[in-house]
């Protein structure tokens, strides 16, 4: 399993119900191939509770380690993924909504005022919660009362989590107005990032080169080269290969033969594409999509 984003890195599975802008799931981060979700963002804002295990969780150029107990709030529209983080297994409640489910009325105060003055300022991406800090902990109790809510759903559920997630909010609201105003800033590297990332993705299966990706955002290789480096902790070619990897599994997953797919995914041959695959998944594309969906044969 994994992530469905568009040629941007936005994800293509955010609920957007105008009816009830919440979506609420239990999830294990062996869910997905590897132990990873890879670098996605959307609208919605995005509630963690981690429920047993830990996880390294990345916003932007923030990396948290996440226990059990503890928590994470995600701003609206920032870049994020989640890995594995030891040998065992993450359990974690997520909660997403969209801040119209906040404000209502577009142009509201309840917008303009409440809302926008957070999630407009892009140095604002995330807080990790600590059980052991007060503002921290009454959101976390806020997060479990709607993982409980969600199990068996009574009768006013949607109104309880709207009230709930008000409560969240305004808790958030009174922290981040608390802050010096030198705070509010717009967050060039975090821009300079999305695009890299969104070019490398319009173009995964092409031959770009690292001045390519330097020249899309008007830099040079060598700054690109540790700009990349710094906020992602991969080089721009690892990153393009595990992209090529994490792309090919659908398509084994369909039974394509792995001449097409190494060909479809840019790779000069099937071996180089093997090769590459099993130093990513741990195992051949065979074996994977035997292991996935058995077919009679694979070229």
Request: aromatic letters at 14%.
């Amino acid at each position: 399993m994994q992530i469905l984003t568009n040629e941007y890195q936005l994800e293509l599975s955010s609920k957007n119900d105008y009816s009830f802008p919440v979506d609420t799931n239990l999830d294990t981060i062996l869910d997905y191939e590897n132990g990873k979700f890879l670098w996605h963002w959307h609208p919605e804002i995005e509630l963690t509770l981690i429920v047993s295990g830990e996880m390294e969780y990345r916003v932007n150029e923030h990396v948290y380690i996440l226990k059990e107990g503890e928590g994470l709030f995600a701003n609206s529209n920032a870049l994020h993924a989640g890995f594995q983080n030891g040998e065992n297994n993450c359990y974690y409640f997520r909660i997403k909504f969209h801040p119209r489910f906040l404000y209502g009325y577009e142009g509201s105060i309840l917008q303009t005022k409440y809302v926008d003055f957070i999630i407009k300022n892009d140095s604002w991406d995330s807080i990790k919660l600590d059980p052991n800090m007060q503002r921290h902990a009454e959101i976390l109790d806020k997060i479990k009362e709607i993982h409980r809510l969600s199990q068996q759903p009574p009768t006013d559920y949607e109104l309880r989590i709207q009230l709930l997630c008000m409560q969240i909010w305004q808790i958030l609201y009174d922290y981040y107005s608390s802050l010096p105003g030198d705070n509010m800033r717009v967050n060039r590297h975090i821009d300079r990032l999305r695009n890299i990332l969104i070019y490398i993705q319009e173009n995964f299966d092409q031959p770009i080169s690292i001045v390519d990706v330097a020249g899309s955002v008007n830099i040079c290789k060598e700054e690109c080269c540790r700009f990349f480096k710094k906020y992602m902790n991969t080089t721009i070619i690892e990153y393009q290969m595990s992209l090529r990897i994490q792309n090919s599994l659908s398509l084994l997953r369909r039974g394509e033969s792995i001449t097409h797919i190494a060909g479809e995914m840019g790779f000069n041959s099937p071996a180089y594409y093997t090769k590459i695959f099993k130093r990513y998944m741990k195992c051949t594309p065979k074996e994977y999509a035997k292991k996935t969906k058995p077919r009679e044969s694979y070229q």
